[in-house]
């Protein structure tokens, strides 16, 4: 079993920043791509970002300049340093991870509970 936690939403003026938080633990053989989603009540999920285990980095264009991701393999735990928030950010962010119990074993997707971000005035 792996547990996934989340921490670091919270509510935030329009330009400031917050930093997310995901750490997992317990049977991890490899702990692979992480990526960041977003969702807004009524919409689709939102993939935001993500990071491969070789550290190369993805964004969505909205996110771009403002959000970075990056990942501590010691701590098995991913980050999202996100500047200049705007209203648009506003959502529930879950993170999310492909993760493998051993070598011979298929890769495992896994999600957190997901952190409220609200930026608001």
């Known amino acids: 079993q792996v547990q996934v936690v989340e921490s670091g939403g919270g509510l935030v003026q329009p330009g400031g920043s917050l930093t997310l938080s995901c750490t997992f633990s317990?049977?991890?053989?490899?702990?692979?791509?992480v990526d960041w989603y977003r969702q807004i009540p009524g919409k689709q999920r939102e993939w935001v970002t993500s990071?491969?285990?070789?550290?190369?980095?993805s964004y969505i264009n909205s996110v771009k300049g403002r959000f970075t991701i990056s990942r501590d393999n010691a701590k098995r735990t991913v980050y999202l340093q996100m500047n200049s928030l705007q209203f648009e950010d506003t959502a529930v962010y879950y993170c999310?991870?492909?993760?493998?119990?051993?070598?011979?074993?298929?890769?495992?997707?896994?999600w957190g509970q997901g952190t409220q971000v609200t930026v608001s005035s």
């Open positions: 999310h991870a492909q993760i493998k119990h051993g070598l011979m074993t298929p890769m495992m997707d896994y």
């Open positions: 317990g049977n991890i053989f490899s702990l692979n791509t």
């Open positions: 990071i491969t285990s070789e550290r190369i980095q």
